[in-house]
């Protein structure tokens, strides 16, 4: 066994060093620019994240393509995952959405990270989580915002939970209550439509290029591989030779640290 556990390992570190070597190469191209990261923003949820995104859906933004990125949203991120309608071309979009002081049994009001509505109050609300974690009721308020405050039935809004690897709110979030929210992620939800963004902004370079720093911001902080080092990783550990092993080091994780 301790010769098959050398042997994966050996295969990993095979891995983890043709990585390493490749973002040697992609950082001494200039790859690995990222102004987010100069003027540090990394991580910044308001400052970075739901502004850039809020700007990007923006039908009116500087960005001058319309509701084309908002159209790809829509259809990618929402709709993959439920049947909503949405008029982009009406749509707003709002940052840091104000909808009143928060109560003091925290069951009313808040700030709304990212807010949607077009002309017929079709509603998208987003709740963006980078590292921060959760506020008492928060996701509760926004649904009850939704629901009692603006009216708005199951098929008119639609409740996002944005996070970095697409976690489920916590309990102290939702209170305990039961109603639609969609989880959504970073890694395999916002970095896809990001992607396709850069094909919509094919012909407007500084655009296109500010989108593809973005997308580096979020695989520097996911700490995301290459995708063909990362399917090799996979197939090393899921092998049929290696899967028990595998499993044998997660079960001894804490002896060999230790």
Same mark, same amino acid.
């Given at each position: 066994n301790m010769?098959?556990? !050398?042997?994966? +390992?050996?295969q990993i570190s095979?891995?983890?060093?043709?990585?390493? /070597?490749?973002?040697?190469e992609k950082r001494r191209r200039g790859e690995n620019f990222n102004v987010f990261k100069? +003027?540090? +923003? $990394?991580?910044?949820?308001?400052?970075?994240?739901?502004? +850039?995104?809020?700007?990007l859906l923006n039908p009116n933004g500087d960005h001058?393509?319309?509701s084309k990125f908002l159209e790809s949203f829509w259809t990618d991120v929402i709709e993959s995952k439920r049947a909503f309608k949405l008029d982009p071309n009406t749509s707003n979009v709002f940052v840091e959405y104000s909808i009143g002081t928060v109560t003091p049994d925290c069951k009313k009001g808040g700030r709304i990270d990212l807010l949607i509505r077009d002309k017929n109050k079709q509603t998208v609300i987003i709740e963006n989580k980078i590292y921060a974690g959760d506020q008492k009721l928060q996701m509760y308020r926004y649904n009850r915002y939704a629901t009692e405050t603006e009216g708005l039935s199951n098929e008119?809004?639609?409740?996002?939970?944005? /996070?970095?690897?697409? /976690?489920?709110?916590?309990e102290e979030s939702t209170g305990k209550e039961s109603f639609d929210y969609l989880t959504v992620s970073y890694k395999d939800d916002i970095i896809p439509w990001l992607e396709k963004c850069i094909g919509i902004a094919a012909l407007y370079p500084r655009i296109r290029e500010t989108i593809t720093q973005y997308i $580096? !911001?979020?695989?520097?902080?996911?700490?995301?591989?290459?995708?063909? !080092?990362?399917?090799?990783?996979l197939d090393v550990l899921t092998s049929n030779d290696n899967i028990l092993t595998t499993i044998d080091i997660l079960e001894h994780s804490y002896d060999i640290q230790t």
């Open positions: 010769e098959r556990l !050398n042997q994966l +390992l050996k095979e891995i983890v060093l043709k990585e390493n /070597t490749q973002q040697e100069v +003027l540090g +923003l $990394t991580a910044s949820e308001v400052r970075l994240h739901s502004a +850039l995104i809020a700007e001058g393509l319309g008119q809004y639609a409740l996002l939970y944005l /996070t970095l690897f697409g /976690t489920q709110p916590s $580096t !911001n979020l695989k520097q902080i996911l700490s995301i591989m290459e995708k063909n !080092n990362s399917q090799e990783y």
